[in-house]
């Protein structure tokens, strides 16, 4: 069965310093990966995605993560964060093949302090 | 750029109403999903639908249902609101493996 293990609920940086927000994943086949972000009181907005094209995907706002199979990691990463980063991250992972059903983390809260 | 809609940001009913959300996109998708979140827990499926008048349980369907009469609407149903289905409740719809969400429905059941 798939899973998603985001480590660490609540995650805090100062503005201007390195984001990094881990996800690692269990699936038998290397599955599609996804994360999402979501302000408060809103929907979630994916901000990238791995589909087995490069194993370094861009995504919106300066965000990249990068695909490790041998790690089965999917971290999340921005060089420089901005007070507007402060958000909830989910990663989640779906079956190749699928309907589309996608196994989410139990996300990751961000806090930017000025 | 696709478009989730979702009827209600806010609800509150009370124990035992029936309660319906509604949620409808704009991108001919054929696949729709209904989602619940609460904190500390994430995100949990509770019923989707890959075609007109299909249905599939996610993991917590109980206490539930759906219906898709039409390609863009999948309603979700409370059949006898209970406290414990106080919650954000997420819609979200996708032609193949990218999900795109609503905005939430935020409900209170006293």
């Known amino acids: 069965a798939q899973s998603v293990t985001q480590l660490g609920s609540h995650v805090s940086v100062s503005e201007g310093a390195l984001v990094l927000l881990r996800c690692n994943y269990s699936?038998?086949?290397?599955?599609?990966l996804f994360w999402y972000v979501q302000y408060p009181n809103q929907g979630l907005q994916l901000l990238l995605k791995?589909?087995?094209?490069?194993?370094l995907v861009k995504g919106i706002n300066g965000f990249e993560a990068e695909f490790k199979k041998s790690e089965t990691s999917f971290h999340l990463t921005k060089p420089s964060a901005h007070m507007s980063d402060a958000a909830e991250y989910f990663c989640?992972?779906?079956?190749?093949?699928?309907?589309?059903?996608?196994?989410f983390g139990k996300g990751t809260k961000l806090s930017v302090k000025p | 750029d696709v478009k989730v809609t979702q009827s209600s940001r806010y609800l509150v009913k009370r124990t035992g109403e029936k309660v319906f959300l509604e949620c409808v996109q704009d991108?001919?998708?054929?696949?729709m999903f209904w989602y619940r979140q609460d904190p500390g827990l994430g995100l949990r499926l509770i019923y989707f639908?890959?075609?007109?008048?299909?249905?599939e349980k996610g993991d917590i369907p109980e206490g539930y249902s759906v219906s898709r009469e039409k390609k863009e609407r999948f309603s979700l149903i409370l059949e006898s609101a209970s406290t414990n289905q106080t919650s954000m409740y997420l819609c979200?719809?996708?032609?193949?493996?990218?999900?795109?969400f609503g905005p939430g429905t935020r409900l209170l059941v006293l």
């Open positions: 979200a719809s996708s032609p193949r493996e990218t999900q795109y």
């Open positions: 699936s038998s086949v290397p599955p599609y």
């Open positions: 791995y589909t087995s094209a490069a194993t």
């Open positions: 989640a992972v779906q079956l190749r093949g699928s309907q589309g059903n996608l196994i």
């Open positions: 991108m001919d998708h054929e696949n």
């Open positions: 639908s890959y075609d007109v008048k299909m249905k």
